[in-house]
């Protein structure tokens, strides 16, 4: 095994330490990048949440529109048989002078 000149062993120790400092470059830059996207994951999280809120919340206003929607409709319902039933009771009362 032949043996490194001390110029070669300073070269090899600038060379590995200029890749330790890129790679360390690389790292910190994934970790921002990494906590960037742990923010987001967590905003996507929030909003998903609040659209199922929402959601729930236009259920629940749907439901109560639509029965507020079918009173007039009940309403007018009763009063038509209120009409019918009067006009049978007076037919009724003309016919047999009850």
Same mark, same amino acid.
């Given at each position: 095994?032949?043996? *490194? ?31 960037? *996207?742990?923010?987001?994951? %967590? ?14 919340? *236009? ?5 109560? *529109? ?25 037919? %009724? ?6």
């Amino acid at each position: 095994m032949e043996e *490194l000149t001390r110029q070669e062993y300073d070269a090899d120790i600038k060379r590995i330490e200029a890749e330790d400092h890129r790679q360390n470059t690389r790292i910190d830059r994934l970790e921002g990048q990494f906590e960037k *996207l742990n923010d987001l994951v %967590v905003s996507v999280r929030e909003i998903a949440i609040a659209t199922q809120n929402m959601q729930a919340e *236009l259920t629940r206003q749907g439901e109560r *529109l639509e029965k507020i929607e079918q009173e007039p409709a009940d309403n007018w319902k009763k009063a038509v048989w209120l009409v019918v039933a009067a006009a049978i009771g007076f037919a %009724v009362h003309a016919l047999f002078g009850i």
